[in-house]
């Protein structure tokens, strides 16, 4: 039996360790071989559910999965199972909610970090390509201006690229 120390400690780090699989699955496979789910996502959305919400489908299978193995096999997976639950959680509350608007959460930070984690998340939004985003993590919120120089440097190369075609 682990104790509770050992517990959190793999909650904690499964949860800042989805920060690290968030951003390669939003960059690599989100922005790559799945783009026909995560498009949508990119698009504006009339209904209450967009393409892209299976990828929600898909993770929380697994997780249940991983859940169900921890619970039978191996205690420490239902810890991990616990921190990707959490981030999972909060990922819906501030993505969903405050950055797109999906939940009935109405306000938005005036400054500081979670205003600088919406900024963020609405550059890698004004791009609706599979290429050219930037910034793909969820916690992660980068200089917003260093983001706004990145899409530049990155929207002038593809016009450069266009051109030369």
Known sequence: ?????????????????????AW?????????????WHKSHHEPTDGVFEKNDLYVVVFSLVVIGMFAVGDLYWKP????ASGITLYGIVYS???DGMVHRRWP???????????RLVQAHRIH??????EGAVSFGFLHAPDVRKLKK???????ASVCEDFSE
Do not use: C, N
């Not at 682990?2 to 800042?16: H, K, Q, R, S």
């Not at 959460?105 to 205003?115: A, T």
């Open 150 to 156: 990145r899409l530049k440097q990155q929207q002038a």
């Open 1 to 21: 039996m682990m104790d509770w120390f050992w517990t959190l400690v793999l909650v904690i780090a499964a949860f800042l360790g989805m920060e690290v699989f």
């Open 105 to 115: 959460i109405r306000w938005q930070p005036k400054s500081g970090y979670l205003k």
């Open 24 to 36: 390669y699955a939003h960059k690599y496979i989100m922005h790559g071989w799945g783009w026909r």
């Open 125 to 130: 939004h004004a791009v609706r390509t599979r």
């Open 93 to 95: 509350l501030f993505h």
């Open 77 to 80: 997976l239902t810890a991990i």
